[in-house]
């Protein structure tokens, strides 16, 4: 839930597979449980997974993506998401005919009620996240005027010396997307050690907004991809435009901005755990650090209000999918899934 509106990487991860389910029906949580039940079971079976969740429902599951096997599991309702390789990649499991259709009509007026109560919490938590945005940019602006840019560059060309030295692969390297984290009903929630757990070298970005964090990590990864190295880019839960980490696979490495919303320090207890300081060449003076009190103060209450918001959001969502669930026809929904956990 991005100030420029919902992002996902689904279509990226479209880019990556090499077999793809689209789940079509109405979305409920019990699709969830089964998506959750799919990447148990490849785990079971030593299989890498990677979970996809739901923004407003913490532990519900919108999509899994078996890594070794390059197959998505994709609850399709997104309306631009669609198959468009029928027949060779994309393979299509309609839910429409597990629904009790006259149930569904029964509670239309209530369906109705609720999709304009959840499109009204909708529109004011994009609008406040939109103004947070824009108050985080007036931020940079007073950061930036006493950036020693200079200082910066060396102690970036100091550091990229020391990643890759002379290393080049010989192959092209792989471009691929993933988020950090988002804004949900309960706050700011990221994934962060759960992506860096099997990482040996994690550097922790400390600065201001406005100093250099992303354009340095696009940096990092332009000059990875250019020796041949893959390269996972992590985008920013409030700016869409903006990255929050960059991972090396084959190296185990990543570097992140571990500030405000998701502050981490390195854990004494793992090797290979590092600061890159930013904060030491921004010098500000009081009047600077005045104005930053007063943007920080808005800042934090446009943020406040999208949490306030998403929660009546997630609220009115709750309740049309609780009514999707119950429309279910158990043994329908048996007949046409069993296959498919079968395949596992």
């Known amino acids: 839930m991005t100030g420029q509106g919902m992002k996902n990487v689904y279509q990226d991860l479209l880019n990556e597979s090499s077999t793809v389910y689209f789940f079509k029906g109405p979305q409920g949580f019990k699709l969830s449980s089964l998506l959750q039940e799919i990447g148990d079971k ?45 027949g060779t990649r994309d393979q299509i499991i309609s839910l429409y005919e597990c629904f009790n259709k006259e149930y569904i009509t029964a509670n239309g007026e209530k369906i109705s009620q609720l999709v304009k109560e959840s499109e009204k919490w909708h529109n004011q938590c994009f609008g406040s996240l939109s103004s947070a945005l824009r108050i985080h940019d007036d931020w940079e602006v007073e950061t930036q005027r006493h950036m020693d840019w200079k200082g910066l560059n060396a102690q970036i060309g100091t550091f990229l010396n020391d990643l890759f030295g002379a290393m080049e692969l ?106 890159f300081d930013i904060a030491k060449h921004c010098k500000l003076t009081a009047v600077e650090e005045k104005n930053i009190m007063e943007i920080v103060s808005q800042y934090r209450k446009s943020m406040n209000n999208a949490i306030e918001y998403a929660g009546r959001y997630a609220s009115a969502i709750k309740e049309l999918r609780q009514l999707v669930d119950d429309a279910i026809v158990e043994n329908e929904w048996e007949v046409r899934t069993a296959s498919l956990l079968n395949e596992i």
């Open 42 to 86: 490849h785990l079971e079976k030593g299989f890498d997974v990677e979970f996809y969740y739901d923004p407003l429902f913490e532990n519900t599951v919108e999509a899994i993506f078996v890594r070794s096997k390059n197959t998505l599991y994709l609850g399709a309702t997104n309306p631009s998401i669609e198959p468009t390789l029928l």
């Open 170 to 275: 010989n192959k092209e390297g792989t471009l691929t997307h993933r988020l950090l984290g988002t804004l949900t009903p309960n706050g700011a929630r990221d994934t962060l050690q759960d992506i860096t757990k099997n990482l040996e070298r994690r550097v922790f970005i400390k600065g201001y907004p406005g100093t250099g964090k992303s354009s340095l990590m696009k940096k990092i990864a332009k000059d990875a991809l250019a020796r041949g190295f893959d390269v996972q880019m992590v985008w920013c839960g409030l700016d869409s435009k903006s990255i929050d980490m960059v991972i090396l696979p084959e190296i185990k490495f990543c570097i992140f901005d571990s500030t405000e919303p998701h502050v981490y320090f390195p854990d004494e207890s793992r090797k290979g755990d590092e600061i």
